[in-house]
């Protein structure tokens, strides 16, 4: 080794008690084949130059470690570029320790996920109950906005939902569309005019100007002849012609005979079409089910899943009536006097039946302690009720009671009775609020 000095004397204060440098450095076949060499500084006491003590130079390029001396942070080695900069350390991450933090983590989602899951169907189901009754406010408004019927149309799900335990059913919407009644029709003029004359059990009208084109008019539709007495529904219509249904008992009473009549105004009110409002649809894994939906007389009254729902509101906010499909049967117009019950559920529930609580109860659980996944939505305590008043037209969403009466009844379940409680909150119109 051999001293490293360089000219330039420089003095530091304070004059009387400093410190000289000297730097060695080794390694001259590395530093030759262009590796970085090692410098080693030793600090010794330096004097000014009118003192018996030799005075040597301290280089530039080792001013800062001088300084650093001074402070105490006295340096014994380290690792220099030849231009005296110092060396600049970086920590890396090694592959080990990304493993570890990874494994961490997914065993932290594990964990949290499935409890976060029923916080996550339960809002959403919150969310599809507010969104079909503020639809349904909507129709509501604009039935008085019109001075028409106005409502909404539950369409069924196209694909049935298929249970666990192999059953299907289509009896759900997660669709729904606004629906309202176009003007009554009375012919294609001011003049037009039907005969009409009773044909078996029914009555046959008969148009000369082509006023019944089945483009305007269609099956279902409610017809009045003279523009008085009753309404009747249109059972099939033809070219140029309709058949009414009559009541049988009523057939008597009317003023159509056999033979041909003159010629009459009729009026037709038309059914309800969709406007061009945007339909609604429900959040993913939720829908209305239609399967336990209904009134209070006719608890599963829109279970068949034959056809659609709709409930019209009049001008005046009541509902005014309301369509759907019994069982194998044409479509029903009722007129309502009790509220309607919709529910709001998970869209695998649909079509449940009853579990086989004896089959449980063997393997040593209890009803209400039957796995949810088993049990059909109106049993379920996080799913929510829409109510709607006849006579207000009002619309309350209020959660779904826990049917503990009916799992005390023991053998045989009434399902009808489960329902009922299920409906508790309903019944007395205990909104959720803000909830």
Not at 62 to 89: M, Q, V, Y
Not at 101 to 119: E, F, N, S
Not at 207 to 224: A, H, K, T, V, Y
Request: hydrophobic share 35%; with cysteine; glycine share 8%.
């Amino acid at each position: 080794m051999r001293p490293f000095t360089i000219s330039e004397p420089r003095v530091l204060a304070p004059p009387r008690r400093v410190a000289r440098v000297e730097s060695y450095h080794e390694g001259h076949e590395e530093a030759r084949s262009g590796k970085l060499p090692s410098v080693f500084i030793r600090v010794y006491p330096w004097f000014p130059s009118n003192s018996k003590s030799p005075n040597p130079q301290i280089p530039k390029s080792l001013s800062s470690a001088f300084l650093r001396a001074l402070r105490g942070e006295i340096c014994f080695s380290a690792s220099r570029r030849l231009g005296g900069e110092e060396p600049t350390h970086r920590r890396a991450i090694t592959l080990i320790e990304l493993l570890v933090v990874i494994t961490i983590m997914m065993l932290l989602a594990a964990y949290a996920l499935p409890k976060m899951q029923p916080a996550s169907e339960q809002r959403r189901i919150r969310e599809a109950a507010r969104m079909v009754s503020v639809f349904m406010a909507r129709a509501a408004n604009r039935a008085k906005e019109t001075g028409r019927p106005c409502g909404v149309k539950f369409q069924f799900l196209e694909n049935p939902v298929i249970s666990p335990t192999g059953g299907e059913s289509r009896a759900a919407s997660n669709t729904l569309f606004e629906v309202e009644v176009p003007p009554a029709y009375a012919g294609l003029s001011t003049d037009s005019r039907v005969t009409v004359q009773v044909v078996g059990n029914m009555l046959r009208v008969n148009s000369m100007s082509g006023d019944l084109d089945p483009l305007l008019i269609q099956q279902g539709d409610l017809m009045q002849l003279n523009n008085q007495g009753p309404w009747y529904r249109i059972a099939a219509l033809g070219t140029d012609t309709a058949m009414l249904e009559v009541n049988p008992e009523r057939l008597t009473r009317t003023p159509w005979t056999s033979t041909l009549s003159a010629p009459v105004p009729f009026t037709i009110l038309r059914q309800p079409s969709p406007t061009i409002a945007p339909p609604l649809r429900l959040p993913r894994g939720t829908v209305v089910d239609l399967g336990w939906s209904g009134t209070n007389q006719d608890r599963r009254q829109f279970s068949s899943g034959d056809g659609d729902v709709m409930v019209l509101f009049s001008p005046n906010g009541s509902v005014s009536r309301y369509y759907y499909y019994p069982p194998g049967g044409t479509r029903e117009t009722v007129t309502p006097s009790e509220p309607l019950f919709f529910l709001v559920g998970r869209e695998m529930q649909v079509g449940l039946k009853l579990p086989d609580y004896l089959l449980w109860q063997a393997k040593g659980v209890s009803p209400e302690n039957v796995p949810d996944e088993e049990k059909p939505n109106w049993q379920l305590p996080d799913n929510l009720w829409i109510t709607v008043s006849p006579q207000t037209g009002l619309i309350a969403v209020t959660e779904s009671a826990e049917p503990t009466d009916f799992y005390a009844a023991g053998p045989p379940w009434v399902e009808d009775d489960g329902i009922d409680e299920a409906r508790a909150f309903a019944k007395q119109s205990r909104g959720m609020g803000g909830r």
